[in-house]
């Protein structure tokens, strides 16, 4: 047999044959790498989407409960606004009065075609609003930054089915929104037209100032003496039973200290029909008199707070400087205010009030009306000194109530306005949450 000898050409030496097999466990590595840095990349990737979508997500959920806040600050702020919700400028309608007309038949009769709202920034380093307060549909300018609009709906069975309707309630719900390119309303903004869009609700309710409207023209906690002979007392309304006096003690029965003058008659009265006036005076009511002796326990049973509670309230216009009180009140009225209390010593012969907008006037002090003034709403003193001189009479359309005995020693006119004593209700108070009323579904 012959012996095969491998020749030089078809031997490869050690040196030669070094690295095949290195090279072959590089590219595994190389590939495992590559495929484990892919899948890791996507990972990230996804979580980066992720949180961005959440991050988004959560800054118009915040928008929109921030849209809640506003509209509720903006609801129980009575002074009058422009287009952009600011209080610059004359202005004669309040947030509320423009996007809650209210009626004490009705109640609260929401515009539910206007969507006010805001785009907030922070460009200036500090947190900034642009507003805007259309009489309809939205004028709120699209913006990279969130923003939110607010829309206003009535309690009922058909915005809430198997709620009992309240017409003093009103359900408020906020949109809220990223990067949109259109107004942030569910009607007009496509699903792609901003990056992420949230929506929360609840029912806000009327706390009014006065939450038990008085059943007569004239309520005091003590006596009351009648010294001129040219008043006259009117209350035709049945739901008040036609009463007009209603005193704690006597009516023209005991002498009030500090008034003089004999004791004189109304000179015209007018109840209910077939009513003796005689009978809508009512006398000696302990109920009253026992009230009376405490300032706070007087008014909370009409107020339903005490003097400070109802001082401190946002709806309610303080007056402090005794010396131009008169002039303070005019330019609060103006701008919206129609609940005011005041320590000073009122004297005007300027008119209070309308028959549309009736006013509070609480006053720890002491009224004079100079000339004859018309005086349309609610007058609460604890002592009330009425003394009206001019060439016509005065008078005060709506009720007037006094914790003290009462001297009407003016020619005044009381007339029992119960409808204007009802749309105080929405007029002034504040709107409150109903606990548990709150959604995001």
């Not at 990067?179 to 009607?187: K, L, R």
Request: aromatic share 8%; charged share 15%.
């Amino acid at each position: 047999m012959k012996k095969f000898a491998p020749s030089r050409s078809n031997m490869r030496t050690p040196k030669q044959q070094r690295g095949v097999g290195t090279l072959v466990i590089s590219l595994i590595l190389l590939i495992s790498m590559t495929l484990i840095a892919f899948f890791a990349n996507k990972s990230l990737l996804f979580e980066q989407k992720t949180s961005a979508n959440q991050m988004r997500s959560t800054t118009a959920f915040e928008a929109a409960e921030a849209g809640l806040e506003w509209a509720t600050s903006m609801l129980n702020d009575v002074r009058y606004i422009d287009t952009n919700c600011t209080t610059v400028g004359t202005n004669t309608q309040s947030f509320r009065s423009k996007y809650l007309p209210y009626s004490a038949a009705a109640g609260f009769a929401p515009v539910s075609t206007a969507f006010p709202g805001c785009s907030m920034s922070d460009a200036s380093g500090s947190p900034m609003l642009s507003c805007a307060c259309p009489a309809s549909g939205t004028s709120l300018a699209s913006s990279n930054n969130p923003s939110f609009t607010v829309e206003f709906k009535p309690v009922n069975s058909t915005t809430l089915p198997g709620t009992t309707p309240d017409k003093e309630s009103v359900l408020v719900t906020a949109y809220g929104c990223t990067s949109a390119v259109a107004p942030c309303v569910p009607h007009l903004l496509a699903p792609t037209e901003a990056d992420a869009f949230q929506s929360v609700s609840v029912i806000l309710k009327l706390r009014p100032a006065l939450r038990s409207v008085p059943a007569s023209a004239v309520t005091t906690g003590g006596s009351l003496q009648l010294t001129s002979a040219a008043s006259s007392i009117s209350n035709t309304d049945g739901d008040a039973n036609g009463t007009l006096v209603n005193a704690g003690g006597g009516i023209n029965s005991v002498a009030v200290a500090g008034c003089t003058g004999s004791f004189k008659d109304f000179k015209t009265t007018s109840t209910l029909p077939g009513t003796p006036w005689q009978n809508s005076m009512i006398a000696n009511d302990t109920s009253l008199s026992a009230l009376s002796a405490n300032s706070d326990a007087m008014f909370n049973s009409y107020f339903g707070t005490t003097i400070a509670q109802f001082k401190a309230s946002t709806s309610t216009k303080t007056l402090t400087n005794c010396g131009t009180v008169e002039n303070d009140y005019d330019t609060a009225f103006k701008q919206g205010y129609r609940a005011f209390q005041t320590t000073c010593y009122f004297q005007t012969n300027k008119d209070l009030g309308t028959v549309a907008s009736p006013i509070i006037f609480v006053t720890t002090n002491g009224l004079k009306f100079n000339g004859g003034a018309d005086i349309y709403g609610l007058i609460y003193g604890d002592q009330a000194t009425w003394d009206e001189v001019g060439a016509r009479n005065g008078s005060i359309n709506g009720a007037l109530i006094v914790r003290g005995n009462y001297c009407a020693n003016a020619n005044a006119d009381y007339n029992y306005r119960g409808d204007l004593l009802k749309n105080i209700r929405g007029l002034t108070g504040t709107m409150a949450r109903i606990p548990g009323s709150w959604k995001d579904f």
